[in-house]
């Protein structure tokens, strides 16, 4: 005989919308990260156990998708728009693809863990 376990309802929306901002998804208060992609174990405001969180490649791969598409739908428009030489137009795009992993990476990562905490998954 299966058991079920009665969990709280976490509103899932409010949990993405702290993870892009990295903040703890519990509370949406205390910080998810440090250093760069680094997860704090625990919420320093409510205490939410964040060391069960399983990442792992999943942003990197989001973030991978969304810049590709920018970059590709950028690409597009500077080739159709611009009279730039092969060689300005490889090193705006590469610099833009990289800023943008940049920034976005992290973003991914907490919204990740946010989905975790939300959906109970890990241990959440």
Same mark, same amino acid.
């Given at each position: 005989?299966?058991?079920t *376990?009665q !969990?709280? /309802?976490?509103?899932? @929306?409010a949990a993405? @919308? /702290?993870?892009?901002?990295?903040k703890?998804?519990?509370c949406?208060?205390?910080p998810?990260?440090?250093?760069?992609?680094? *997860? =704090? /174990?625990?919420?320093s405001?409510?205490?939410? &156990?964040?060391?069960?969180q399983? #990442? /792992? &490649?999943g942003?990197?791969?989001l !973030?991978?998708?969304?810049?590709?598409h920018?970059?590709?739908?950028?690409?597009h428009?500077?080739? +159709?728009? !611009? #009279?730039l +030489?092969?060689?300005a137009?490889?090193l *705006?795009? +590469?610099f *833009?693809a990289?800023?943008?992993a940049? $920034?976005?990476?992290?973003?991914? @990562?907490?919204?990740v863990?946010? $989905?975790q905490?939300?959906?109970?998954? =890990?241990?959440f």
């Amino acid at each position: 005989m299966t058991e079920t *376990v009665q !969990t709280e /309802d976490r509103n899932f @929306k409010a949990a993405v @919308k /702290d993870g892009l901002a990295l903040k703890c998804p519990n509370c949406s208060e205390g910080p998810l990260l440090y250093k760069y992609l680094k *997860v =704090h /174990d625990s919420c320093s405001v409510c205490g939410q &156990d964040l060391s069960c969180q399983r #990442a /792992d &490649d999943g942003p990197a791969y989001l !973030t991978i998708l969304f810049v590709a598409h920018l970059v590709g739908f950028l690409a597009h428009i500077l080739i +159709s728009y !611009t #009279a730039l +030489s092969n060689m300005a137009l490889f090193l *705006v795009l +590469s610099f *833009v693809a990289v800023v943008l992993a940049l $920034i976005i990476l992290p973003r991914m @990562k907490g919204m990740v863990i946010a $989905i975790q905490w939300a959906k109970h998954m =890990h241990g959440f």
